[in-house]
Nanobody, 123 residues
């Protein structure tokens, strides 16, 4: 499956952005979807995940209550709604797909990765 992330940009602290991850090439609704981010000089870290049905979601503690992941299987697209953004949320955000359908927090579960979209939060 090919993934295309979009929606990044520059926003002030306290603002919101919605990232999209459009999938193509295979049956989207078989895959669990994950969001990861990587800040300059830091390792890639888990942000959020959603199961194939959308029923189960997981979040990193640092984004709980501020970020929401969802998916629209009819549109082959996953989303990450980011509210109350903080400067420490600045990173390149990646979407990823994994074949069990259940998502998960470990990046090595994910077989397919999008190209990343940059989110910059100014103070």
């Amino acid at each position: 499956v090919q993934l295309q992330a979009s929606g990044g940009g520059l926003v002030q602290a306290g603002g919101s952005l919605r990232l999209s991850c459009a999938a193509s090439g295979r049956t989207f609704n078989k895959y669990g979807m994950g969001w990861f981010r990587q800040a300059p000089g830091k390792e890639r870290e888990f942000v959020a995940a959603i199961s194939w049905s959308g029923v189960t979601t997981e979040y990193a503690d640092s984004v709980k209550g501020r970020f929401t992941t969802s998916r629209d299987n009819a549109k082959d697209t996953a989303y990450l709604q980011m509210n109350s953004l903080k400067p420490e949320d600045t990173a390149v955000y990646y979407c990823a797909a994994e074949g069990t359908g259940y998502g998960g927090t470990y990046y090595n579960r994910y077989n397919y990765w999008g190209q990343g979209t940059l989110v910059t939060v100014s103070s």
